[in-house]
């Protein structure tokens, strides 16, 4: 018995030794945990949910990278082109669509099988699979209704004015407002999009930062209107602010269509797992979420709109009057040069 009571303390401290070095051994043998490696643009507080919530549905771990930038789509697209050869990302879910296009032309995604794609209309889906688009937010002017109505002949009055220091646009580089000028620059021409952009800066309009800079300047009634998306708008009007919209509509009459987009990335380490994101995502349930949330989506695959906010009703006729989002990737690279020169 005295000897048991000797031994006791080197057992006390022997043992809290041996846990340590034997647990990680343990998980590292049972590290088989299926799991997806995603990269995501979409706002962290939007997606988070809607991957954890596919995290308790299948047991699969979800590895998410968020980018918070104002660029951030652009950012992660240059992630995944300088991993090109050793990829470590397998599912890439976009907040548009020009980004996925072009990482698509440089050969760093690959097709997913068709029968995943199918509830989605084929004018928001790459036809040979690499990417699919969902869950949309529209191009419109943002307007502070204490400062000028909210109407078409209002908007065309205020743009024709000398004056258009109380207008905002956010920095055309990229985002939505990159697609914006490369669906305007595949309908005029480049030529046309220059003189109209010209116009407005000689003008005074304001260029910010980002779409969420164009909302804050019009809803503080710094600016009377501007340029923005249905998702930013629908931020002001929630926090009470004196604003409504109209779609930003193109010289035909079409809308610009910005849908989020998924897409698996060539070699993935995890193709499996991605396969099952992506139908995941895809799904009625996120784009119902996704409506329901407060960015206010549209879905692009069928869901019966009685079954969604009011908010989003108001937008599915602007949506029926959408251009393919893909072809602004016609004039993509057109509109960045010229950009990116013109600095």
């Known amino acids: 018995m005295p000897q048991d009571r000797k031994r006791l303390p080197w057992l006390v401290v022997l043992l809290p030794l041996l846990a340590a070095v034997a647990v990680p051994l343990l998980l590292r043998s049972g590290s088989h945990i299926p799991t997806v490696v995603v990269y995501c643009a979409h706002d962290s507080v939007f997606a988070d949910g809607i991957l954890r919530k596919f995290e308790q549905q299948t047991g ?42 072009r990482l698509k032309n440089a050969g760093v995604l690959q097709p997913v099988p068709q029968k995943l794609l199918q509830r989605i209309p084929p004018e928001f889906r790459d036809p040979a699979g690499y990417w699919c688009g969902f869950a949309a937010r529209l191009r419109v002017w943002i307007v502070n209704t204490r400062k000028m109505q909210c109407s078409p002949q209002a908007i065309a009055d205020a743009l024709d004015r000398p004056d258009l220091s109380d207008a905002a646009i956010a920095v055309p580089l990229y985002g939505t407002t990159l697609t914006q000028y490369a669906e305007m620059c595949r309908e005029q021409g ?16 304001r260029e910010v930062r980002g779409n969420g800079a164009v909302r804050d300047l019009v809803a503080a009634g710094v600016c009377s209107f501007g340029l923005t998306d249905t998702d930013d708008f629908h931020a002001a009007l929630a926090a009470g602010s004196p604003v409504d919209m ?10 610009v269509c910005i849908p989020n987009t998924v897409a698996m990335i060539r070699n993935c380490p995890h193709p499996e797992t991605a396969t099952k994101l992506i139908e995941f995502l895809l799904s009625a349930s996120v784009e119902q979420q996704l409506a329901e949330s407060p960015a206010r989506q549209i879905p692009l695959g069928p869901i019966e709109p009685s079954r969604l906010p009011p908010q989003v009703q108001r937008l599915l006729p602007w949506s029926a009057d959408a251009t393919n989002p893909a072809a602004a990737a016609l004039s993509d690279q057109q509109v960045l040069n010229w950009l990116s020169n013109s600095r």
């Open 60 to 101: 699969i771990h979800v590895d998410v990278r968020y980018d918070e930038e104002a660029n951030k789509s652009l950012g992660l697209t240059q992630m995944l082109l300088s991993e090109k050869q050793a990829p470590r990302c397998d599912v890439f879910w976009n907040n548009q669509t020009l980004g996925t296009i």
């Open 190 to 205: 480049l030529e046309a999009l220059q003189a109209w952009h010209h116009s407005l800066h000689a003008r005074g309009i």
């Open 246 to 255: 109209l779609p930003f509509r193109l010289q035909d009459g079409s809308t």
